[in-house]
């Protein structure tokens, strides 16, 4: 008997690098992928202005195109940086060996135990003296190599360590960084204790799943800074960008200073919560300064984009319905002083929101707005 062939197509497996680190407020890589299909080739740059954790820019890359993104949160430049400019895992398995083997536990016991109540029931004193080492020894911002390993610490330093052993910290949230009066309380109240975790073994068997996935061919240009400032970054560049897809901060919805505290700590923040030292942009809470905002980002597309460019947006926001989302956007794009036209848009609701899961029954954004806008 003859075997047939097998027709069935093959799905292909999630690149790794897409779930370096969780994060809250994303979209996912096939929503990217629809588009980038849809309305470039590969001679075309894809930008995202508010890249969050890189997953526009990454899928880009991986489809053949070159990339540009931007963001001026530093957890958020600091994981598109990791994932679109990965350095070899060789040299990365080097530089943990190094710096383990320079760790000398004593030299950062003060510093341990100067830091606030949260940070000595998050971790155990083992585990909390190799983050601070890390946290003083890597050079994220300069080298490809350390940025990586930063991301990796990123994604591991708080998560559902009740079930998983892949995380750092005592029970907490993987997308957010709970407050830590609230963390306080909520481990005393479960009787919650920190797991002994060694630091550096923990990193590389994170290194070692993530690199089971082949480096891209291709490399993004990655800017922390505030999209205001791209006309400024791009001046130069030869190649148009022709395509934006990005996903623009939702009115009054989530506060990057405050939800990703911890991360930011970690990447030389305050030990602590802020509001606004960051961006001023961070969380909107009034619909005109918002749509001033949203005005400021159509100005610099205008400025930066070449004729025929397709913008896609996916935005949403608390207390808005989609009528005034979409009349929003497309009112606001006169300040762009380009004439821009409207292609298409869809609403979807959500149907399991993120927050539910820290913050039952709390009124969030319950829909979402894609719209495909032409710029001439």
Known sequence: MAVQPNTQTQVPSRHRFHGLCPFFAMFPETFVEKWISRVTSEADT???????????????????????????????????????????????????????????????????????????????????RQILC?????????????????????GALHGESQKSASYLSNQMPRTISTKPAYSIRFWQKHGYKAPERDVFDLLRRRLDYRYESPLPAKRADVHLDDMRNLPHHLRKRQTPIRCV????????????????????????????PTYGRISRDD????????????????????QILAPASDIILRIGG?????????????????????????????????????TDSFRPGSRGCRFEVDCHFKMR
């Not at 940086?81 to 943990?96: D, E, F, I």
């Not at 994220?140 to 610490?153: G, K």
Request: with cysteine; hydrophobic share 40%.
């Open 46 to 128: 894809v930008l995202d202005p508010f890249c969050g954790r890189g997953t526009a820019p990454f899928q880009a890359i991986l489809m053949g195109r070159d990339s540009v993104a931007c963001d001026i949160n530093p957890v958020a430049y600091c994981i598109t940086r990791a994932k679109t400019n990965p350095p070899s895992q060789s040299a990365v398995r080097r530089r943990l060996t190094l710096l383990e083997k320079g760790f000398d536990a004593a030299a950062w016991e003060s510093c341990r135990r100067r830091l606030p109540r949260f940070f000595h029931l998050a971790y155990t004193p083992g585990t909390l």
């Open 245 to 272: 897809i990005t996903s623009p901060p939702y009115l009054d919805v989530t506060s990057f200073e405050e939800d990703q505290w911890l991360r930011l700590w970690f990447l030389g923040s305050e030990s602590r």
């Open 134 to 154: 890390l946290r003083s020894q890597l050079h994220w911002r300069s080298s490809d190599t350390d940025c990586m390993i930063a991301a990796l610490c990123l």
């Open 283 to 302: 969380r909107h809470e009034r619909r005109e300064a918002y749509w001033g905002f949203i005005m400021d980002m159509w100005r610099m597309l205008g």
């Open 318 to 354: 608390k207390g808005f319905n989609p009528d005034e989302i979409v009349t929003g956007l497309y009112g606001t794009t006169l300040i762009a002083r380009r004439h821009v036209e409207l292609i298409d848009q869809e609403v979807s609701f959500i149907q399991r929101r993120q």
